[in-house]
């Protein structure tokens, strides 16, 4: 699996380097320079040219309807003695 994924990045860089070489871009194959500056030109920024997200408001936070209710100490003991009559069936 290992050499396939080497393989594949291989493959990958040569598929890209001949498009490069093809599209007639033969500066970028052959020295690596992708990024071109305009600062040099004088010209001015170049705006974003995805728009800025929108801003939604917060979720309001659920509050409680009424406070929890005290367990009942019967209530726990009787469920204790649900689960170890159920690990007796079990073993």
């Known amino acids: 699996m290992f ?3 080497i ?8 598929g890209y380097w001949a498009t490069m070489f093809i599209m007639g871009r033969h500066d970028d194959v ?4 992708f990024v071109h500056t305009d600062a040099e030109e004088g010209a001015a920024p170049v705006a ?4 800025t997200r929108p ?13 929890p209710k005290p367990v009942n ?3 726990l003991q ?5 689960i170890q009559q159920n690990l007796k069936d079990v073993a």
């Open 3 to 5: 050499e396939i994924g």
């Open 7 to 14: 393989f594949s990045v291989i493959l990958l860089a040569a």
């Open 30 to 33: 052959l020295h690596g320079k």
């Open 48 to 51: 974003p040219p995805f728009p």
């Open 55 to 67: 801003v939604f408001p917060k979720r309001p936070v659920p509050r409680a309807v009424g406070s």
């Open 73 to 75: 100490s019967d209530a």
């Open 78 to 82: 009787s469920l204790l003695v649900a």
